[in-house]
């Protein structure tokens, strides 16, 4: 089997995890499901629970260490469905400190900031590139950060930059990549699959 990457972007709600689990249920592959979020409070436990019930039972499922870490990935996988990259992003950010209150976001010089920047990128793209080369196909969900409102405080605007960059880089290792917008795929890149 070819090695194939596909990224499925959209915005909050737009569909796009329910568009990438039929494409990796279609597929008719043995399915990884690879989990980022973690329940820090009741409405993502409530989330993660909803994702859980979604889907199929036959599905392997892989949480990631503490959101962020890629232990080992089952053998027995031919597709790595990860969802949700930009919540993999915020856990990766957390980690490297850039997670502060509001109040304190003037006290991190620029220099560290970019320096610790780097360093969530570049491990963001390793685990990728790491799920790239065990499964045989891989179907990346993040969020397109590009289209909203420029955040109103620093730690916003750090995401959006890194999680804009990120989903850059993803697009370059596609093979194809689609846009959901109210549930419908719009393909961007590479041949469509039917």
């Known amino acids: 089997m070819k090695k194939r ?6 915005g909050a709600r ?7 689990q039929r494409k990796a249920e279609e597929s008719g592959c043995k399915v990884c499901y690879v ?28 949480e990631l260490a503490g959101g962020m870490v890629l232990e080992g990935f089952p053998q027995e996988a031919d597709l790595a469905l990860l969802d949700c990259f930009t919540v993999y992003l915020s856990n990766l950010m957390a980690r490297r400190g850039l997670d502060w209150p509001v109040e304190k976001e003037d006290l991190m010089p620029e220099e560290e900031v970019l320096r610790r920047m780097g360093d ?12 790239r080369d065990e499964a045989a196909i891989l179907i990346v ?7 909203g409102v420029v ?3 620093r ?5 959006r930059d890194l999680a804009g960059r990120l989903n850059q880089r993803l697009a370059e290792r596609a093979d194809e990549v689609c846009m959901v ?13 039917e």
């Open 151 to 153: 955040p109103p405080y």
């Open 155 to 159: 730690l916003g605007r750090i995401f």
């Open 35 to 62: 989990a980022t979020a973690e329940a820090r409070d009741g409405e993502m436990d409530g989330r993660i629970q909803h994702h859980r019930r979604e889907r199929p039972s036959g599905w392997l499922t892989l």
């Open 141 to 147: 969900v993040s969020n397109e950060v590009g289209m």
């Open 5 to 10: 990457m596909t990224l499925v972007l959209g």
């Open 14 to 20: 737009s569909g796009k995890s329910s568009f990438a």
């Open 120 to 131: 969530v990128e570049r491990e963001a793209l390793e685990t990728v590139d790491r799920l």
């Open 181 to 193: 917008i109210a549930g419908l795929p719009l393909y961007i890149k590479g041949d469509r699959e």
